[in-house]
């Protein structure tokens, strides 16, 4: 038992440290996503009104009117492509995700520019497994957070041990998501 | 110190026991990205076609060309393909680059068709009174989720069909179209 919990401590300690980066990008982006119906997680938008004079009916110049148009609103934007959802409505978007809509009859226009949020971004893009080695290593961080879990058992003896408060934790912890199965399944 | 090598070691060995299988997972990556001898071969569908003819094409392979308009936030995994004439759903089994916004692409990809008839308006009648019921949905969503339904069983009514068709496409592969201004200002970056 001495060396059982010799090892479940240090285990639980050099294995938790060098996860430490992985579980914060975890629990950033577990909250980041989890909140997704009220934010974007990943860019911050910034949304300019405006209003224009540039002729922006289809027709053979209108890249040339576009740029026009760019030059006034969003002078740094670089153009992408563009489409007319509705007949009177012009779209277009820009390097980076941002983009334009313009009515064409009315010459009012709403900009929306999108920015990475740091940190967030970074984070939600590997909560997301982009690759299968970023997979594999998420595994290992799942399959570390098993083994804390079980070597927590064991780390500490006495009063606040598992058979003390830690049991009680332990209990609890069970409790809370067997409550959400019963009342929400 | 030798504590901390056996526990390194121990990290290691989760990482070695996994170690052959990326290779796999990288060919099927590189089989999804685009292989344009591959994709000649699949007929291509106007996009302001596409719900006329998808019909014809169901769990079938066929190309479509058309704007990014928007990745769903929500995974990633869906996106809106869309022109001045019409616009159509590509879903995907994995997330798509929100980069891909803004661009035309040339999608590969299976037709897949969505019945909407009278057991699907009960079904999802049923649901929504559920859903309102159980305070998830507010009165305004109630409402317009009913609207949907009345709008489905209308338009079956006009059409004078028992069901109503609606299609879309299983993502298999894509190509980016560059257009010429763009690809010469790329070559002359790389020449650069």
């Known amino acids: 038992m001495k060396t059982l919990r010799k090892w479940s401590r240090i285990l639980h300690r050099d294995i938790g440290y060098f996860f430490i980066g992985t579980t914060l990008i975890y629990a950033l982006s577990g909250i980041a996503l989890n909140h997704i119906n009220d934010w974007n997680p990943n860019y911050s938008v910034e949304v300019n009104k405006f209003k224009t004079t540039i002729e922006l009916n289809k027709d053979d110049n209108i890249k040339e009117h576009i740029k026009n148009l760019l030059q006034e609103v969003a002078p740094r934007a670089v153009y992408k492509k563009h489409y007319y959802p509705q007949k009177n409505l012009l779209k277009i978007f820009l390097k980076g995700g941002s983009s334009i809509v313009v009515n064409t009859v009315s010459g009012n226009g709403r900009a929306e520019f999108l920015k990475k949020r740091p940190v967030f971004y970074q984070s939600n893009f590997l909560h997301y497994n982009p690759h299968k080695w970023w997979m594999w290593f998420s595994d290992a961080f799942a399959g570390a957070l098993i083994l804390f879990a079980v070597t927590s058992f064991f780390m500490v003896k006495g009063p606040k041990g598992m058979r003390g408060r830690g049991g009680i934790y332990t209990a609890l912890g069970f409790i809370v998501p067997l409550l959400f199965l019963y009342f929400l399944l | ?192």
């Open chain 2, 1 to 192: 110190m030798k504590k901390l090598i056996f526990a390194l070691g121990l990290i290691g060995i989760l990482f070695t026991s996994c170690g052959d299988s990326p290779k796999k997972t990288e060919q099927v990556t590189d089989d999804k990205t685009t292989n344009s001898t591959a994709i000649a071969e699949k007929p291509l569908l106007a996009l302001a076609d596409f719900d006329s003819k998808a019909g014809n094409w169901i769990n079938k392979e066929v190309q479509v060309k058309g704007i990014v308009d928007h990745v769903c936030k929500h995974g990633g995994k869906k996106l809106l393909l869309v022109n001045d004439k019409a616009d159509v759903h590509v879903e995907s089994e994995e997330r798509f680059d929100d980069a891909l916004v803004g661009s035309e692409i040339l999608v590969t990809g299976i037709v897949k068709e969505f019945r909407v008839d009278e057991a699907y308006c009960l079904q999802k009648e049923e649901d929504h009174q559920q859903s309102h019921k159980d305070g998830t949905d507010s009165d305004e969503m109630y409402a317009k989720k009913m609207e949907q339904i009345t709008f489905f069983r209308d338009s079956m009514k006009a059409a004078k069909v028992d069901h109503l068709s609606f299609y879309s496409l299983d993502y298999i592969s894509h190509k980016v179209e560059k257009e010429a201004e763009e690809a010469t200002e790329e070559k002359q970056e790389n020449k650069e």
